[in-house]
């Protein structure tokens, strides 16, 4: 057997934002976990939901599913310095908080949520090829700009990579989107292509995570060694005979 789909977690500390409280249900007593629920499933903090405890979030999500599926049309190109932001550092959470996480976004699973969403998908995939032609052409180098590729619709799936760029000096990048209308934090799935082509060519190879897309989508990105930027799981197992 031969692992087919990776999940790949990156998490930092809360920022320590203030939620509100509710000693009778004895959940959510930390502010962190609530704000992590809302960005793990790409829930703005902007939002009127005032939940109490994972229960009653997870009531309100089953009776208002429209809360998790935002549109996926492609937002505006920001300016490409303001586009690009530090990736989250790589961290662990403690047990408790661990679990009660994870078996909220393990019932609404936002990476499995975003992997089948594929106009979510495109419309990243969109985003990430302007903003790169955007950057090549502000950087005075407009053949570069007018060379770069959306190599998943051009070509097809397969590739291990979506989109086909350069930068400032010419050299190829082979950009792999993963987009979401999530926080930072939220996971998201790699095949084995884009694993194997993260090891073969690891100058060239890197993730493009864009996220915030419906709200203000910004972007940070994941070179190889992948293992010292996120913490990769099997997911599923391919069986043969």
């Not at 203030?18 to 809302?38: D, I, P, R, V």
Request: charged share 25%; with cysteine; glycine share 6%.
């Amino acid at each position: 057997m031969s692992s087919q789909r990776t999940a790949a977690r990156s998490s930092h500390a809360s920022d320590g934002r203030t939620a509100h409280s509710n000693t009778n249900t004895g959940t959510f007593q930390q502010s962190s976990m609530y704000w992590e629920c809302l960005g793990f499933l790409g829930i703005s903090r902007c939002t009127t939901i005032r939940m109490r405890s994972s229960m009653r979030l997870s009531v309100y999500l089953i009776a208002h599913p429209a809360v998790l599926d935002l549109a996926s049309t492609t937002p505006p190109i920001p300016i490409p310095t303001e586009a690009f932001v530090e990736p989250p550092a790589l961290s662990s959470l403690d047990g408790q908080h661990n679990e009660r996480l994870q078996r909220l976004v393990r019932k609404f699973d936002p990476a499995e949520r975003d992997h089948r969403n594929r106009s979510l998908g495109m419309a990243g995939e969109s985003f990430v090829v302007d903003l790169e032609r955007r950057q090549l052409s502000e950087a005075d180098q407009p053949d570069l700009a007018r060379r770069v590729r959306w190599i998943s619709v051009e070509d097809g799936d397969g590739a291990g990579y979506d989109v086909l760029s350069f930068d400032q000096r010419g050299n190829i990048r082979l950009i792999e989107v993963k987009t979401t209308n999530g926080a930072a934090r939220t996971p998201f799935f790699l095949s084995r292509n884009e694993l194997s082509l993260a090891l073969d060519r690891p100058k060239e190879w890197q993730i493009y995570r864009v996220h915030l897309f419906a709200s203000g989508p910004r972007v940070f990105t994941i070179k190889p060694p992948l293992d010292s930027s996120v913490n990769l799981a099997p997911e599923n197992w391919r069986a043969s005979f």
